[in-house]
Every structure is written in structure tokens, then in C-alpha cells.
């Protein structure tokens, strides 16, 4: 706004101040969202207490086998077969320390997690099961978030369109997602367009 403003108002003298402006402009930016990381945190902590949290119909928690590798004492063939051992232990520890820049990051982490689980047990095992369900369950979590962070960019960009904008977006996505249900559609004879 005030670089708009210094051009409506001919403020620039020459090409090497706007050019300094814009070049504050940059570097203000890059350090917000350096130490703004932190706005994705609150989101990969709800993803990783709903896979903690989550049970099984009888009640038990799913991810206890989960919490922490095998003892390299006890299972010493887990090492051997598995090359990337992963707990939500570390899961945990990475989210607190910034490790993940984004939720795909984390997901990469909880498919290694499953992942080594299924390779390292027999398929129709307990621990087999609970790692295809933790992955689904955060999977299905994972879709929330990134609907509603679509739906909030969606809602941002489309606040910023001029009025004809908006009124193309709501047909765009009437006929993506139907405004009417195929029964109203059918009920009061038409089709709306």
C-alpha cells in the first residue's frame, strides 16, 4: 500500500528507491513467515493427539504399540528388517522442534510409521490392523484440515474478486457440487443452471 501510494504521489525519485522498497518488502516478508512457522504447529499436534487419542471399539488405544520403537535389546532382527524405525515419539519431538514444514511433511513420517509396522508384522495381526487404521484415521483428518484450509483460501480469494468474479465462482461451484439434491432437482421438475 505505501509503495502504491509513494507511486501515485511521485515520491520515487529514481528506479534505485522503489527498487530498495520493494527489495524491504521481500525481506519483511521472508522474516514473517520464517518465524511464523509456527501457525502449522497447532495443526500437526490435533493430527497426531487424534491418532494418540483414537480407540477401538472395546475402548483400547490403537496407537499404544506405536508410541515408541521396538527395544533394540529385544527385537534385534526390527533393526535389521526395518532402515528408518519411527515412533510418535519422534513424530512428536519433530512437530515441538519445527522439523515438519507442512502437513505432507508429517504424513510422509506417519506412512513410514505404518509403513514399517506392516512390514515387520504379519498381515492380520493386531499391530497390522492398528497401523492401517491409525493411516486411514489420519488420512481422513489430514482431508479435513486440507478442506478447510482450501475452503478458507477459497472464501479469502474470493472476497478479493470484483463482483463478477463471485458471481462466476458460486456457479463454478454449483456445478461442481450441485446446489439443489438430485431428489430436489427431481421434485420440482427441473434442473437449476
Partial sequence: MKIQQKLKMEEYEDVNLLTADFHLLFQNAKSYYKTSQNYIK????????SVTTATD?????????????PSKMHYPDYYAIIKEPIDLKMISQRIQSGYYKSVNAMAKDMDLLAKN?????????????????????FAMKKSEIDYTESS?????SRNKRPAQGDRLSAITM???YGSESEEDASLNGKISV
Fill in 57 to 69: 471399539p472395546n475402548g483400547r488405544i490403537i496407537s499404544d504399540l506405536f508410541q515408541k520403537v
Fill in 117 to 137: 509396522a506392516k512390514t515387520y508384522n504379519e498381515p492380520g495381526s493386531q499391530v497390522f490392523k492398528d497401523a492401517n487404521n491409525i493411516k486411514k484415521l
Fill in 152 to 156: 478458507k483460501s477459497s472464501l479469502r
Fill in 42 to 49: 497447532p495443526t500437526l499436534e490435533q493430527l497426531l493427539e
Fill in 174 to 176: 454449483a456445478l461442481q
